[in-house]
């Protein structure tokens, strides 16, 4: 058998036999793997523990032909514990993990930059205070970007005319000039596009001065854009916590954004949304390889 060694992050884990596991991890070489941990249900496990959800390892592993086998895992950042002990963190964690596995459909297809991004999206969800709505919808749009999805926040969608625009199209994938503005738009509220673009650049003053209601509309359009993308719903998205806050009448809000969103942005449903109360804004940090596996890797994926 083959062996290598790599790190990564677990996205998943589920049930082998009796005492066994699969385990799902996004890993820095080789992209996203699925591999056999023998025995890691068992209380003498040697690293049971360090294969959950949200860890972020280093492991050895023998290639197999469907399924690889994990041979020895090291732990390098536990995010699992700290994510766990908060709801709104562990949701947003859970929506961030299926994305990824969402936008790697395929097997052994390396995605340095989605892995650094990952990484850097749950150190800030487990080792800062900042705000974990934030955190994931700057997380789903610079994944869209990754995945040359990346909204139209400045220009037309169709013919580039520069902005600013009031009409926002999912399915055209942004901002919508007069000349091509069609039935069925969304005129999100004022501000909700600059909170996009903020947190697609990285301006975490701009993003942090955002009001609730800016934040809501945001968190809405991101929702829906992700799911017309990737052509399917995200299971955890309606779980999300984002303190409380009731949908959105004109872009589904967040938890129920799981087709809902879409479905009246197309309709051309407009309303008046009810603001939130303002949530701390976070200074969102540099998108580096932590120091223990090896060099630091700028990427700026969340500076």
Known sequence: ???????????????LGEADRIVTVLTRREGRIRAVAKGVRRTKSRFGGRLE????????????????????????DSFGSAIAADYSRYTAATAIVETVERLTSEEREPSLKLYLLLVSVLRALAETERDPSLLLDAFLIRSMS?????????????????GPHAAFHVPSGGLLCGN???PGVARPAPGAIALMAALASGDWPGAEASTGLMRREASGLVAALLQWHIERGLKSLPMVDR??????????GYPAARGAALARI???QTGPAEPLEDDPGFDGP????????????QTGALT
């Open 1 to 15: 058998m083959t062996v290598y060694r790599d790190s990564g992050v677990v996205l998943r884990v589920h049930k």
């Open 53 to 76: 959800p949200f860890s972020h390892v280093d492991m050895q592993l023998y290639a197999g032909r469907n399924l690889d086998i994990v041979n020895q895992v090291v732990s390098l």
């Open 146 to 162: 990754l995945a040359g999805w990346a909204p139209a926040l400045s220009e037309c969608a169709r013919c580039g005319d520069p």
């Open 180 to 182: 091509c503005r069609s």
């Open 243 to 252: 303190g409380g806050s009731s949908p959105s009448p004109e872009l589904g």
């Open 266 to 268: 197309a309709a051309g």
């Open 286 to 297: 540099d998108e580096v390889e932590p120091p223990r596996v090896g060099t630091q890797q």
